[in-house]
Nanobody
Framework: QVQLVESGGGLVQAGGSLRLSCAAS????????LGWFLQAPGKDREFVAS????????YYSDSVTGRFTISRDNAKNTGFLQLNNLKPEDTAVYFC????????????????WGQGTQVTVSS
């Protein structure tokens, strides 16, 4: 089983940057794919980015490609999402999630989810 805790959210001006962290517990984290999702007010949760267990494969939604970067440090059981050139429309709660299969993360149905961290971008 994997437990996930996000941190690093906050209030930032448009054009600014944040680095989100996802601390994982459990021995299986290093063999599981990791994903980040966001949920804006009044909207459904949507996929942002994913990374394979080895870090060798990454995927991004079109809206964040070129601005966000997903990474992981398996030795520290931690995943990251670097958010650059933030826009007001990026305002949302950001969740990390994990599953043994990258395809399940991409489908938005991973088994394990964190509680989320709020990112607010002011114009």
């Amino acid at each position: 089983q994997v437990q996930l805790v996000e941190s690093g959210g906050g209030l930032v001006q448009a054009g600014g940057s944040l680095r989100l962290s996802c601390a994982a517990s459990g021995r299986t984290f290093s063999s599981y794919a990791l994903g980040w999702f966001l949920q804006a007010p009044g909207k459904d949760r949507e996929f942002v980015a994913s990374i394979s267990w080895s870090g060798g494969s990454t995927y991004y939604s079109d809206s964040v490609t070129g601005r966000f970067t997903i990474s992981r440090d398996n030795a520290k059981n931690t995943g990251f999402l670097q958010l650059n050139n933030l826009k007001p429309e990026d305002t949302a709660v950001y969740f990390c999630a994990s599953h043994r299969d990258t395809r399940t993360v991409l489908a938005g149905t991973p088994d394990y989810w964190g509680q989320g961290t709020q990112v607010t971008v002011s114009s």
